[in-house]
């Protein structure tokens, strides 16, 4: 019923016995926002679970080091909804993140998103139902490669913004993708900068630089295939 807090945590790995037959359930979360929040920690690894239906976030790393996303389901059960929490995977201000074979589902914001953080692997994941599939914003050293993003408002955005502690987002490649069908409306909050993103959006780039997007299959998104803004 409250939010799992670890705070300088080191080689800890925490494991399940798989998607959907370890369940970890926020439904009657009565404190705190985020499922599982993480600080100022290092080699922490997450794996072979299922965390549902938190009050907000519902895995955060923040400040910490050599993180591994693996074989997670993150999710909202109950559908797309400006309620949900804003991310399902939320590792920011971080460094050495693998998120891998992970799927992300039902996120006001974005499923899959990796802010302020450097040297970063996405790959072999899925997301769908988000407002942005898989989003990263303001890091620096990523690799998106091998994941499905299929029925978000935008399948994979790429953005720099202001007013962060960290800024100047660059070398990020994309590829190796299938971008497919991201016409979902968009349900973020109002005021939210993903609420600004058409649905029907493919990958869209916005304020960075050095980004390479190649050998992605991108289709049937209806506002756009690609944009760069």
């Known amino acids: 019923s409250r939010s799992l807090w ?13 998607i959907d037959n370890t369940i970890l359930s926020f ?18 690894t997450l794996k072979d679970f299922t965390i549902q239906d938190s009050k907000g976030d519902l895995i955060k790393i923040e400040d910490s080091k050599n993180i591994k996303f693996i074989n997670i389901k993150a999710q909202w059960s109950g559908g797309p909804k400006e309620t949900n929490g804003s991310y399902a995977l939320y590792p920011v201000k971080s460094e050495n993140i693998l998120v891998d074979g992970c799927i992300a589902i039902g996120a006001s914001d974005a499923g899959i998103y990796v802010g302020q953080s450097k040297n970063i692997i996405v790959r072999n994941s899925e997301a769908y139902n988000n407002v942005a599939g898989i989003e990263i914003e303001n890091s620096t050293n990523a690799d998106v490669y091998d994941n499905y993003a299929h029925n978000n408002s935008g399948g994979i955005l790429v953005f720099d913004l202001p007013d962060l502690l ?3 987002g660059q070398k990020i490649r994309v ?10 409306y968009n349900f973020a909050p109002e005021g939210n900068i993903v609420a ?3 649905a029907g ?3 869209m780039i916005l304020a960075t630089s050095h980004v390479e997007v190649f050998n992605n299959i991108i289709l049937e998104n209806k506002t756009s295939n690609t944009s760069i803004v």
């Open 27 to 44: 439904e009657s979360q009565i404190e705190g926002a985020e499922g599982i929040k993480i600080v100022n920690s290092d080699n922490i």
């Open 166 to 168: 960290i800024k100047k």
């Open 196 to 198: 600004k993103v058409p």
């Open 6 to 18: 670890g705070d300088n945590l080191k080689n800890v790995t925490l494991i399940g016995r798989g």
């Open 201 to 203: 959006t493919g990958i």
């Open 175 to 184: 590829y190796n993708n299938l971008v497919l069908e991201n016409n979902l």
